[in-house]
């Protein structure tokens, strides 16, 4: 396995950074996850535009041209023989003397890891996964995709525990926001598709933005916009998106069937939809 540290590609055994990166010291950074299906890079244009985005937001300069990091991720691809693997990229404000103001002259800090991965298994996929509900605890700026995840780190962990696959974060106003690592999306009694609007509430999911033109090239109806936790246990169906999961068909929410307590038919239809706006087949 090959890692990228800083314009070296090293043994990921070896790969490291300093004890003053205040990524490490901070969490004062950025990240993107890109999914890896038969060999090919999904959707690495929409993570690289918001990469940029979150970067800008955070006042953090690129380590390098995006166009060499877009061949970095190319060469990540080829060096570790990726099939089906999840590409981890990462930048940070770099090495600096702690202090909570920006260093003077950053050099920002470019890692990239690549893991092998599996995806949900078949069986996973036919019965569905289950979610539990959550408060969502986080600070008001989660449209930037920063490596500052306590919360979700809490998150999983209390999911992992009640035996869900996911935690569906819930603001105070009863309405869900997003999952830990996923956007959260519903099909209403009326067949309507809905998932939370963009804003800085919610991080904009690029698996959720191609679902949402795949849903318009198949001319399914759509509404973004807040859903309450009673509205999601009443759907028709439900189901995640995120780059390691695409769609993923949720039936249980909370210990409540969601429809007939399999996966749904929009949600496997848009599952589909998106391999295909991947050019992959589904590797499940
Ligand atoms: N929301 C949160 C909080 C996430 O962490 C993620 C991905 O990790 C997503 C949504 C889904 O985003 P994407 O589809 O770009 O993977």
């Known amino acids: 396995r090959i890692a990228y540290v800083n314009g070296r590609y090293v043994p990921h055994a070896d790969a490291s950074v300093h004890i003053e990166d205040r990524g490490f010291q901070f969490a004062d950074g950025v990240y993107e996850v890109v999914t890896i299906v038969d060999g090919r890079l999904a959707d690495a244009d929409g993570h690289l535009t918001r990469l940029a985005?979150?970067?800008?937001?955070?006042?953090?300069p690129w380590p390098v041209k995006p166009a060499t990091l877009r061949f970095v991720m190319g060469e990540m691809v080829r060096r570790n023989r990726a099939r089906?693997?999840?590409?981890?990229?990462?930048?940070?404000?770099?090495?600096?003397?702690?202090?909570?103001?920006?260093?003077?002259?950053?050099?920002?800090?470019?890692?990239?890891?690549?893991?092998?991965?599996?995806?949900?298994?078949?069986?996973?996929?036919?019965?569905?996964?289950s979610v539990i509900t959550m408060p969502d605890i986080r600070w008001l700026r989660r449209d930037i995709k920063s490596t500052s995840l306590l919360p979700q780190v809490l998150g999983k962990q209390k999911a992992a525990e009640a035996g869900a696959f996911?935690?569906?974060?819930?603001?105070?106003?009863?309405?869900?926001?997003?999952?830990?690592?996923?956007?959260?999306?519903?099909?209403?009694?009326?067949?309507?598709?809905?998932?939370?609007?963009?804003?800085?509430?919610?991080?904009?999911?690029?698996?959720?933005?191609?679902?949402?033109?795949?849903?318009?090239?198949?001319?399914?109806?759509?509404?973004?916009?807040?859903?309450?936790?009673?509205?999601?246990?009443?759907?028709?169906?439900a189901f995640i998106s995120s780059a390691s999961t695409f769609a993923l068909p949720v039936t249980r929410i909370d210990g409540h069937t969601i429809g007939d307590g399999k996966p749904g038919a929009l949600s496997l239809r848009l599952r589909q939809a998106y391999m295909d706006h991947i050019g992959s087949t589904d590797p499940v």
């Open 166 to 237: 996911e935690g569906w974060m819930v603001d105070d106003q009863g309405f869900v926001t997003e999952g830990c690592s996923s956007n959260a999306w519903i099909v209403t009694t009326d067949g309507i598709l809905v998932t939370r609007q963009p804003s800085n509430e919610i991080l904009n999911g690029i698996t959720r933005l191609s679902i949402l033109d795949c849903a318009r090239d198949l001319g399914i109806a759509f509404e973004e916009r807040a859903f309450r936790v009673d509205e999601a246990y009443a759907a028709r169906e």
């Open 84 to 129: 089906h693997a999840l590409l981890y990229i990462q930048i940070t404000r770099g090495v600096a003397p702690r202090d909570f103001k920006f260093p003077k002259n950053p050099a920002p800090t470019l890692v990239l890891t690549c893991r092998r991965t599996a995806f949900q298994p078949a069986a996973t996929l036919e019965k569905g996964v």
């Open 53 to 60: 985005r979150s970067l800008k937001e955070l006042s953090i």
